[in-house]
């Protein structure tokens, strides 16, 4: 069974309102940095069953104070490739191992290379 952790204070009606609508790229990256609410489209199928390809999630900014864990779907970057993709691991709170649904690993980043954090999936 896969657990998903979805931010639970955040009431339906801000989850719905974003401004930008992307895919998983630079572009979208930069909507969240800049402090906007996105709605993702992730495409392949390395996050079934969680995901499937073309299936949109709404994604939050991840700022200093927002708490990652394990299990988690983020928009990251590693090794200049942008991933929709799972943290699998977190290392000294800092540094997160980020992979698909199975088990193909991308890499260790940063928070900084830590975008958005999916708070649902439509």
């Known amino acids: 069974m896969v657990r998903l952790s979805i ?7 801000k989850m719905r309102d ?4 992307g895919k998983e790229n630079k572009a979208t ?17 390395s996050m079934t069953p969680i995901l499937k390809s ?9 700022t200093e104070d927002t708490e990652l864990h394990k299990r988690d779907i983020v928009l990251s970057k590693v090794n ?8 699998h691991a ?5 540094q997160y191992l980020i992979g698909n649904n199975h088990g193909r690993m ?3 980043v940063n928070k ?6 999916v708070v649902e999936i439509l």
């Open 80 to 87: 200049g490739h942008y991933y929709l993709h799972l943290i």
């Open 29 to 45: 990256a930069e909507h969240l940095k800049n402090g906007e609410t996105c709605r993702v489209t992730g495409i392949g199928n």
């Open 112 to 117: 900084s290379n830590v975008f958005g954090k």
């Open 54 to 62: 073309h299936q949109d999630v709404i994604c939050e900014p991840v």
């Open 90 to 94: 977190i290392k000294n709170d800092s």
């Open 18 to 21: 974003y401004s930008f609508h």
């Open 7 to 13: 931010v639970t204070n955040i009431s339906y009606d």
């Open 106 to 108: 991308n890499g260790w």
